[in-house]
């Protein structure tokens, strides 16, 4: 045994996907289109310098008239045809738990219908079905950077207060529908990962806002009251179910000791903390009413607000994280995608460091500000396989999972009450980021490439046998 802690009985262990990134199918059982739809891959693109999708109402209606550019996620993986050998693999690993997401345009293809979709419902009964049959916990992100297409364009995405109405709806049915099989529920990926996201996680158009930080806000201030109303709701329908809040883990370091690297860092860190302290402490930190006060961000947060947010908050922490970043007084400004690199550490092609320490230092820091329950709800390496001989010999990968379990075991030694470790991800899929399939995470290989070509077919990589043994020691041999 290479690690001498032991890692609490029933700890849960899996890996975690999205529905637009594996499911495919985009058009198969009555689904509607969702901004992932429209996430073309463009060859050639500089990897380092990323601009996440962001869409104006040409851009949009450009691209769902497009046909000839190659949009991946409308294909994933094909997840939506073989899911049941993909779940297959994950029980020959060992697997205890599976993240997924929901696709809520299968369910209400234009978002805001007053009947559900009964085919799309239909593949999640089976999905679902077959998940717990497999021995494993299903945990379920309901959004997952898939807004139905329609909610954008008719409805300005979620800083309309309708959008609270016609997600309650759909969260409503899947925990009614899911309730006794489904304890674990993640209503929103990332709630904190604005910065890059307005598009595919608020939908909110560029063209169609005036003022688009306040707009942000006001969307991310309905989704926190969702998130809360969702937990009344849980709570009376069954009490065992546990609603959690989700973060992409942004906690940076100050680039050097000077007094004012140190003190920047801390207001640009606290103002993610700000997407968890809402929904887990129940009110609006006094910093963010000033920074709003001061940027001319009006998000009216009534009365009854106040109180379904202090009377609901989420049950446990979720977050994601890859690597970290540090931060320059000088250089970076309050944008949360103002960052500066580590010099002391190395990254992959993407320029995403390596950093189990930050992953340590990120547990301890939530833990101690919330003392609630946390998952990781996904920690993975995305880098370019080379297939050979049927497998990807992908020690990389096993080294980064292997250096952050350890940090996990040193949380836990802490006292850090962790409920689930969960890789990003079991098989690959395409990039959320980027659209491509070839930066790989998974433990299966998938043959096919950035436009989709190929036999789809499975392949275990070193990893898959490394992880199964991790699985079987639970946590002791790394
Ligand atoms: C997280 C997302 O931000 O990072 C996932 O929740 C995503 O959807 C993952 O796939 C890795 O990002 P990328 O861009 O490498 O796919």
Same mark, same amino acid.
């Given at each position: 045994n290479n690690n001498k802690f032991i890692f609490p009985k029933g700890f849960l262990w899996g890996a975690a996907t999205a529905a637009c990134q594996i499911e495919g199918a985009y058009d198969v059982d009555g689904r509607g289109l969702s901004?992932?739809?429209?996430?073309k891959f463009e060859a050639g693109l500089n990897r380092r310098e990323l601009v996440e999708d962001e869409h104006t109402s040409v851009s949009l209606a450009k691209a769902v008239a497009d046909k000839d550019g190659y949009y991946p996620k409308r294909y994933g993986n094909g997840f939506y045809y073989r899911y049941k050998e993909d779940i297959a693999l994950m029980k020959e690993m060992g697997f205890n738990s599976f993240r997924l997401s929901i696709s809520w345009s299968r369910i209400f293809p234009n978002g805001d &219908?007053? &009947?559900?979709?009964e085919n799309g419902l239909k593949f999640y009964d089976k999905v679902i079905k077959e998940i717990v049959n497999a021995g494993m916990e299903p945990i379920v992100t309901m959004l997952h950077y898939d807004i139905p297409l329609n909610l954008v364009t008719k409805y300005g995405g979620f800083r309309n207060p309708k959008l609270i109405d016609f997600m309650m709806r759909y969260g409503k049915l899947l925990i009614n529908r899911y309730g006794d099989k489904v304890k674990y529920w993640i209503p929103f990926n990332q709630i904190n990962l604005i910065q890059y996201c307005g598009f595919k996680s608020l939908g909110i158009l560029r063209d169609k806002t005036e003022n688009f930080q306040e707009d942000q806000y006001k969307a991310i201030h309905n989704q926190f009251i969702i998130n809360a109303k969702l937990k009344e709701f849980a709570k009376k329908h069954n009490p065992d179910i546990q609603i959690g809040i989700m973060l992409a883990d942004c906690t940076y370091f100050p680039h050097t000791c000077k007094p004012e690297d140190v003190v920047f860092t801390m207001k640009r860190n606290r103002m993610q903390y700000f997407f968890a302290d809402v929904p887990l402490r129940g009110e609006y930190p006094g910093h963010m009413l000033r920074f709003f006060k001061e940027n001319n961000i009006?998000?009216?947060?009534?009365e009854e607000d106040k109180i379904t947010l202090r009377e609901n908050t989420s049950d446990f922490l979720a977050f994601s994280y890859y690597y970290s970043r540090t931060l320059d007084a000088e250089k970076n400004t309050m944008d949360a995608a103002s960052v500066s690199d580590n010099p002391y550490l190395v990254g992959n092609d993407w320029g995403w460091t390596i950093d189990p320490l930050g992953f340590y230092n990120s547990l301890s820091q939530y833990w101690d500000r919330y003392q609630k329950p946390i998952m990781i709800a996904e920690n993975g390496f995305g880098h370019e396989d080379v297939f050979e001989e049927g497998t990807v010999h992908d020690d990389y990968r096993i080294n980064y999972l292997k250096e952050h379990v350890l940090s996990l075991a040193e949380a836990l030694q802490d006292g850090v009450e962790i409920i689930a470790y969960l890789t990003w991800a079991p098989i690959d899929l395409v990039s959320?980021?980027?659209? &491509?399939?070839?930066k790989r995470y998974g433990f299966v290989y998938v043959d096919l490439d950035d436009f989709g070509k190929g036999t789809g077919d499975r392949f275990k990589k070193d990893s898959f046998y490394w992880y199964k043994k991790v699985i079987e020691s639970n946590g002791a041999k790394l």
């Open positions: 901004t992932s739809d429209i996430h &219908e007053l &009947e559900p979709n009006n998000i009216n947060i009534s959320s980021g980027t659209s &491509e399939m070839s």
